[in-house]
């Protein structure tokens, strides 16, 4: 069982030590308690690398990458009668209008719902933050994984998966807030186990894709820059678990400790 700790030191000379900072894609207070923590490291490392190059993903991400291929739309896939149920539900419980993500990927629409649950406390989400503060470092800046390969995944999602994921959400919302606060406590607790198994039960069949396959892609690039003083800063839920990346890193040959 790995130790409670969001930031992680890993080397395989002590003399050229990284650090992997568990993240929360997320503009709520609550993703930045450990800031100043993660700051401290940040500051022995020549580099920074969140999951995807921000620079990169601002400039090349359109919004049709995020929507259903041939104009497929929410209306398509659910009769009429469903559609304005859960329209109805996703109102009252998020304040978030279907209508205007009708178009979106399932999956998409369920992380609008996360934000409609979230207070938005900062001006940027907390890996923003930390990519805005290496580049005022001048800190070589990248990302772990492509940005294309992230679009990519999402192409790959079976999409009748994420509606009925959609589907059980509005049916219980209670279930689906209660988790998603969940997660908050169990980050400022830097309980990355619990982080993991809230994440894994919440993607079901897709955690394969979503999380595992990237841990292992995630863990295989950061392997190879084992010469370089690197900051990683990479979603939190992908840190714990046998399928993790600290773990992998130590199967990589790599000394972890956890920063307190």
Known sequence: MLEPSLLWKFYKDPDCASYLFG??????????????KAYEALYRCDAFKAEIDLDEAQESIDI???QMPNAMTLQDLVNVK?????????????????DLLVSFYPLIISSKLVEGILNNDKSLSLD???????KSLNMNLGGVESVSSQIEIMKNLDISIQLKQLKELTKNVRKFKRSTLRMLDH???????????????????????LIYDRNERMAKTIAMKENQKCFYGIGAAHLAGKKGVLNLLKQYGFRLEAIH
């Open 23 to 36: 993240t929360m894609h997320v503009k709520n207070k609550i993703a930045y308690l450990h800031l100043d």
């Open 64 to 66: 049709t990458d995020y």
């Open 82 to 98: 469903k559609y304005f149920k859960m329209k109805k539900i996703i109102l009252k419980a998020f304040s978030v209008n279907l």
């Open 128 to 134: 923003a933050h930390l990519w805005d503060k290496a």
């Open 187 to 209: 980050y400022a607790d830097e309980n990355i186990a619990l982080l993991f198994k809230e994440s894994k039960k919440s993607m079901g069949s897709l955690r394969k894709l």
